[in-house]
Each structure stands twice: as structure tokens, then as C-alpha cells.
């Protein structure tokens, strides 16, 4: 039996109401899963700035330049990086070159002060880094200024090493980033030696050479 054209008609307008619904709903769906996709991606970088901001890895470097005020012919250049994880050691990468090359083997101190000032030469960076008011020592001393990191040993004119030290920090309130690292002249004496001035600067001497610490991102 043929249909009638009122129902012709009402066959027609169920199928144009059917293909519409089902194209809308589509499109919301499409558009829901794209809203998710760029809530997903604004949350990835909001916690990549927040990550960033509280990481637990930070990063420093140095770029040593000889001290114009240093009297000696010594040129001393080079970098020194930094690398810690939060609430672990400092990691020190040193790498310098400049030195006197007439000694085979020599040993300089390495030490951070308090300023990071070097506009009037490396004498403007201030006293050794010494926050809790300690006394002199070797890096692998607990009582010792924060800023006391031992010596550097020099072979033919330059320096290749690596250590690590505690009691000294990249992070918080008392990081060294900012503060200035210095090369004095003298081998520390890690506060050992019989005069007043040992347990204040280990007889480190003149400054050869110095860099402001600034952070890595």
C-alpha cells in the first residue's frame, strides 16, 4: 500500500529532525573533547611553571675572570658549575686555566663570599660566606663558614676536578647563588695554622681571580 503525501511528509520531517540531533550532538562531543584537550594542556603548564619554580634540581655556573687588582702575572679563566638536588650535597665542577706553570703541582683556595660585588675587583665580594659565625675549616668540616670549599689542586697550569661538599646550598635563604666565588692565591690552611688569621681565612691571601654565581634554568 502506497503512503498518502501527509504521510510522505511526516516520514520526511522525523528524518531531517534525526540527521540534525545526531550532527549537534556530535559537534558537542567534538567540542567537549577539545575543551578537555586544552584544559589538560594549560594544567601541563601550569605545573611545568610550578615544578620549575620549586624544583628540586638546581643548576649554577661561574665564569671566572682574573681580579685587576691581583699584583701577580697570573691570568686564571675558566668556569665553575654547580649541581644539587634538594637536601643533598653541592656537586662542584671546577675547570680553570692560567695558572703558573713553573710547579708542577700547586693548591689554591676556593672560597665564596658574602657580596656579590666585583666592581671594584673580587676585594668588593666581602668576607668568606659565613652565615652561622663558625670558625675557619676544610670543606669536610662541619664547623667551617659555609663558603669554605677547600683547594683546588693545579697541574701544569690548570684545573680539572670535581667534589662535593655539604653545609653549603643552591636553595633557600642562605644560597650561594648570587654571592661571589674567589681563588685566592695561598692553599687553605683549613684553620689550622697557629695565627689568629687562619681561623678567620685559613691564609688563603690575595684574590686571583672571581665570578659572581648565578643560576642555571
Known amino acids: 500500500m502506497g503512503m498518502t503525501g501527509m504521510q510522505y511528509a511526516i516520514v520526511l520531517m522525523v528524518t531531517l529532525w534525526f ?4 550532527a549537534d550532538h556530535s559537534a ?3 567540542a567537549g573533547n577539545d575543551t ?3 584544559n589538560d594542556t594549560s594544567t601541563a603548564v601550569s605545573t611545568e611553571s610550578d615544578n620549575s619554580h620549586n624544583s628540586p634540581v638546581l643548576f649554577g655556573t661561574c ?4 681580579n685587576p687588582n691581583y699584583a701577580g702575572d697570573e691570568a686564571v679563566t675558566g668556569i665553575v658549575n654547580f649541581h644539587q638536588r634538594r ?11 692560567g695558572f703558573n706553570t713553573s710547579a708542577s703541582l700547586r693548591r689554591h683556595g676556593i672560597v665564596v663570599h658574602q657580596q656579590g660585588d666585583i666592581s671594584g675587583g673580587c676585594e668588593s665580594s666581602g668576607p668568606h660566606y659565613n652565615p652561622s659565625n663558625s670558625t675557619h675549616g676544610y670543606r669536610e668540616d662541619h664547623a667551617r663558614h659555609e663558603g669554605d ?4 689542586d693545579v697541574d701544569q697550569g690548570q684545573v680539572d ?3 662535593t661538599v655539604k653545609g653549603v646550598s643552591l636553595f633557600g635563604k642562605y644560597s650561594i647563588i648570587g654571592r661571589t666565588l674567589v681563588v685566592h692565591v695561598n692553599e687553605d690552611d683549613g684553620g689550622s ?7 678567620v681565612t685559613g691564609n688563603v691571601g690575595a684574590c686571583m681571580a672571581c665570578c659572581v654565581i648565578g643560576r642555571l634554568d
Open 19 to 22: 540527521a540534525v540531533s545526531t
Open 28 to 30: 558537542d562531543h567534538t
Open 36 to 38: 578537555s584537550s586544552s
Open 63 to 66: 665564569y671566572m675572570q682574573p
Open 87 to 97: 637536601r643533598l650535597p653541592l656537586d662542584v665542577f671546577v675547570r680553570l686555566s
Open 149 to 152: 670549599l677547600g683547594n683546588i
Open 161 to 163: 676536578t670535581n667534589f
Open 193 to 199: 695554622g697557629l695565627d689568629p688569621q687562619s681561623a
